[in-house]
């Protein structure tokens, strides 16, 4: 398994010959420093022929740079109301497309800072990087003469010090988001929860992350009983049963923050007795994004280390299959916090497998120093038709809620262009998931997609805190624990394509590089 990130290097020398191609990400020549004086001339004679320059990435012949080769990816205007940083991302990856179709092999990235956009140039690298990337299969069948797009990705910086961090960081944040992509992105017999399993293992090899996989049944069954019902089917054929995959990190010094976080790993999601049908379940291999997504934060801080951060991970690794085993509307479920849960729709399986993996952490998490709980998860599509493509979203129980969590993230996903939006817990969302009779104390979901049920990817937060007993947990508690849900339905890829690796650089951001960045 190659899990090696592209190669990267840094350069101060903007006619470096070892580069065979410069692509350039600006907002428009004008503005370039003096480092890059050079690169006016050729870029302004081209204006003087088409002033279409700025709207389509275009390439010059321009004598004496690598390759005699100039890309030029402009942003755009930067300074309107609704421009962020991912004009720079979004410029990059172009301008590395463009690069790839000229022929060039060892490109050489450069994007000068920017007076609003101090971050930029790790934008921009990030943005080149999700162009560059190679699915594992491919890799693995080895169908491409080399595992990499390109022999090596350069990075231009003013100074040397600049360099060497904007390599370092790339490579760190590059490497979480391919061990994201590779258990998202993969189809579901390459990402089956077993084999999602040896990836981690393998990932994690002489790493500070400790990994513990959960296989048995019976353990299972009896720790983890809303999630054992989603496996009962899948179960039956031994390369599609369960998995829970437990991650831990612990960095150097007295522990100030310990982060517990459970994504949602449905390996395949035919939505079971309630079978999405009409053309629905193409696509539904991603739907283990979540708990890719704690593999990809845990690949971060196995690269950077960061001190005084706790970090537990549980990955809820399930394939929510159908067939005569399949779990059905109408069963009653005792969860590990002992309510007793309602089915109302199978395909309303993410939060089942979560439920109980939540419910440890709350468990464990009174003993922790400053506990924060998250779920993460690709869990409704009502998150896409409420924020469209391309946005998480994340929202707070009541402690969280006061300490600012949701808010925080938001600001730091602004950082470097993993965005995020609000969302808000209500008081409708709690009676939403109220037993409905006096069998059950829980109803787990409608019968209705949650695209067609209002605040529909509000509520599962709520079934969440309830079903796991956090809401036991909430401000009026003697032990109030912070918890945020986020769903990133819309924010981890499109398909066809290839996954974003969404939330991940917004948690580096907020907890690892908050003071760097």
């Given at each position: 398994?190659?899990?090696?990130?592209?190669?990267?290097?840094?350069?101060?020398?903007?006619?470096?010959?070892?580069?065979?191609?410069?692509?350039?990400?600006?907002?428009?020549?004008?503005?370039?420093?003096?480092?890059?004086?050079?690169l006016?001339?050729?870029?302004?004679?081209?204006?003087?022929?088409?002033?279409?320059l700025?709207?389509?990435?275009?390439?010059?012949?321009?004598?004496?740079l690598?390759?005699?080769?100039l890309?030029f990816?402009?942003?755009?205007?930067?300074?309107?109301?609704?421009?962020?940083?991912?004009?720079?991302?979004?410029?990059?990856?172009?301008?590395?497309?463009?690069?790839?179709?000229?022929?060039?092999?060892?490109?050489l990235?450069?994007?000068?800072?920017?007076?609003d956009?101090?971050?930029?140039?790790?934008?921009?690298?990030l943005?080149?990087?999700?162009?560059?990337?190679?699915?594992?299969?491919v890799?693995?069948?080895?169908?491409?003469?080399?595992?990499?797009?390109?022999?090596?990705?350069g990075?231009?910086?003013?100074q040397?010090?600049?360099?060497?961090?904007?390599?370092?960081?790339?490579?760190?944040?590059?490497?979480?988001?391919?061990?994201?992509?590779?258990?998202?992105?993969?189809?579901?017999?390459?990402?089956?929860?077993?084999?999602?399993?040896?990836?981690?293992?393998?990932?994690?090899?002489?790493?500070?992350?400790?990994?513990?996989?959960?296989?048995?049944?019976?353990?299972?069954?009896?720790?983890?009983?809303?999630?054992?019902a989603?496996?009962?089917?899948?179960?039956?054929?031994?390369?599609?049963?369960?998995?829970?995959?437990?991650?831990?990190?612990?960095?150097a010094?007295?522990?100030?923050?310990?982060?517990?976080?459970v994504?949602?790993?449905i390996?395949?999601d035919?939505?079971?007795?309630?079978?999405?049908?009409?053309?629905?379940?193409?696509?539904?291999h991603?739907?283990?994004?979540?708990?890719?997504a704690?593999?990809?934060?845990?690949?971060?801080?196995?690269?950077?280390?960061?001190?005084?951060?706790k970090?537990?991970?549980s990955m809820?690794?399930?394939?929510?299959?159908?067939?005569?085993?399949?779990?059905?509307?109408?069963?009653l479920?005792?969860?590990?916090?002992?309510?007793?849960?309602?089915?109302?729709?199978?395909?309303?399986?993410?939060?089942?497998?979560?439920?109980?993996?939540?419910?440890?952490m709350?468990?464990?998490?009174?003993?922790?120093?400053?506990?924060?709980l998250?779920?993460?998860?690709t869990?409704?599509?009502?998150?896409?038709?409420?924020?469209?493509?391309?946005?998480?979203?994340?929202?707070?129980?009541?402690?969280?809620?006061?300490n600012?969590n949701?808010?925080?993230?938001?600001?730091a996903?602004?950082?470097?262009?993993?965005?995020?939006e609000?969302?808000?817990?209500?008081?409708?969302?709690?009676?939403?998931h109220?037993?409905?009779?006096?069998?059950?104390?829980?109803?787990?979901?409608?019968?209705?997609?949650?695209?067609?049920?209002?605040?529909?990817?509000?509520?599962?937060?709520?079934?969440?805190?309830?079903?796991?007993?956090?809401?036991?947990?909430?401000?009026?508690?003697?032990?109030?624990?912070?918890?945020?849900?986020?769903?990133?339905?819309?924010?981890?890829?499109p398909?066809?394509?290839?996954?974003?690796?969404?939330?991940?650089?917004?948690?580096?951001?907020?907890y690892?590089?908050?003071?760097?960045?």
């Amino acid at each position: 398994m190659c899990t090696s990130v592209q190669p990267l290097e840094w350069t101060t020398d903007l006619k470096n010959q070892s580069f065979d191609g410069i692509v350039l990400v600006t907002e428009n020549h004008d503005s370039l420093p003096s480092e890059l004086e050079c690169l006016k001339a050729p870029l302004q004679d081209y204006s003087d022929v088409d002033r279409g320059l700025g709207e389509e990435v275009v390439v010059l012949k321009v004598p004496g740079l690598p390759g005699n080769r100039l890309v030029f990816a402009s942003t755009g205007p930067v300074n309107r109301d609704y421009d962020d940083v991912r004009r720079f991302s979004d410029a990059a990856l172009n301008g590395i497309k463009r690069a790839l179709k000229a022929g060039m092999q060892r490109p050489l990235l450069v994007s000068p800072p920017h007076k609003d956009y101090k971050n930029c140039s790790i934008v921009a690298a990030l943005g080149a990087l999700q162009a560059l990337y190679m699915p594992l299969e491919v890799r693995e069948a080895k169908v491409k003469p080399s595992d990499q797009k390109v022999c090596v990705l350069g990075l231009w910086a003013a100074q040397e010090a600049e360099g060497r961090r904007l390599v370092e960081l790339a490579d760190a944040l590059e490497s979480g988001r391919l061990a994201c992509r590779d258990i998202g992105g993969s189809d579901p017999e390459r990402m089956a929860a077993p084999r999602v399993a040896d990836y981690v293992q393998e990932l994690f090899t002489d790493s500070p992350v400790q990994v513990e996989v959960v296989s048995n049944l019976a353990v299972l069954e009896r720790e983890y009983p809303c999630l054992a019902a989603v496996n009962r089917c899948a179960n039956c054929v031994p390369r599609h049963q369960g998995r829970v995959i437990k991650l831990q990190y612990c960095g150097a010094g007295p522990v100030t923050k310990t982060l517990m976080l459970v994504g949602k790993g449905i390996t395949y999601d035919t939505g079971g007795a309630d079978i999405k049908a009409g053309g629905f379940m193409a696509g539904m291999h991603r739907d283990k994004c979540g708990a890719a997504a704690v593999t990809g934060f845990f690949q971060i801080l196995a690269k950077l280390k960061p001190k005084h951060l706790k970090v537990i991970g549980s990955m809820a690794m399930v394939r929510n299959s159908v067939g005569s085993e399949c779990y059905v509307a109408d069963e009653l479920v005792v969860s590990r916090a002992g309510r007793r849960v309602r089915v109302g729709n199978t395909d309303a399986e993410g939060r089942m497998v979560m439920v109980d993996l939540l419910c440890e952490m709350k468990e464990k998490a009174v003993q922790e120093t400053s506990p924060q709980l998250f779920t993460i998860a690709t869990l409704t599509g009502h998150a896409i038709r409420a924020m469209g493509p391309d946005y998480s979203i994340i929202m707070d129980n009541g402690p969280a809620h006061r300490n600012n969590n949701a808010a925080q993230w938001q600001k730091a996903g602004e950082v470097l262009g993993d965005v995020f939006e609000v969302s808000m817990i209500r008081r409708e969302d709690y009676e939403f998931h109220k037993g409905k009779s006096e069998y059950e104390d829980i109803l787990q979901c409608n019968n209705l997609p949650s695209s067609a049920t209002p605040r529909g990817h509000q509520t599962p937060a709520a079934f969440l805190i309830m079903a796991s007993g956090l809401d036991k947990h909430g401000v009026d508690s003697d032990t109030p624990l912070p918890y945020s849900h986020v769903d990133i339905a819309g924010s981890s890829g499109p398909f066809p394509g290839v996954p974003t690796g969404a939330p991940i650089i917004t948690m580096a951001t907020n907890y690892i590089l908050s003071d760097s960045l």
